[in-house]
């Protein structure tokens, strides 16, 4: 693996929004973490192992090449107020969009009333672009997601007020 392939790998995954990647080939073991607010890179840990001398092997300790300080926590958000609200949430990894085109309205706004099979946002994934249609029916009450944002398995998109 050259730094080439490397440098395209820290790039995937910081867009990716994915927090940590472990790769392991025969020569080679990465492992690349992002900051989970923005797309700097962390961590990127570089150990080429050498096959023929196992000595050599343990004398090379991994570099950090780029630490960043920890992210702030979050305020935690009022539990009691949301807890009556239906939390949408992605069910893959990838980039959202509340548009299906950039010339084209949002899908929905906050106040929007939807009905369960109706399409809230497009997430794209490796190139596909995957439409996420409501479970439920009602009233959109907050859109959690930033456009153009990546987004992680199981992250939550919208909040629902099903009444």
Avoid: H, W
């Amino acid at each position: 693996m050259d730094l080439k392939e490397i440098q395209n790998l820290i790039k995937f995954v910081a867009n990716s929004g994915v927090a940590e990647v472990k790769l392991e080939m025969d020569d080679v073991k990465v492992t690349i973490r992002t900051t989970l607010e923005g797309n700097a890179t962390e961590t990127t840990t570089y150990v080429q192992q050498m096959p023929a001398q196992p000595m050599l092997q343990q004398a090379v300790a991994p570099q950090a090449v780029a630490p960043v300080a920890a992210a702030p926590v979050a305020p935690a958000a009022p539990v009691a107020e949301e807890s009556k609200y239906i939390t949408i949430k992605s069910p893959i990894i990838g980039t959202f969009y509340r548009k299906p085109s950039p010339d084209k309205p949002v899908f929905v706004e906050v106040g929007s009333s939807i009905g369960k099979g109706d399409v809230l946002c497009v997430i794209e994934a490796m190139k596909l672009f995957n439409e996420i249609e409501s479970e439920v029916s009602g009233k959109i009450v907050k859109i959690l997601v930033d456009d153009m944002s990546p987004v992680e398995f199981d992250q939550p998109l919208f909040l629902v007020d099903p009444s």
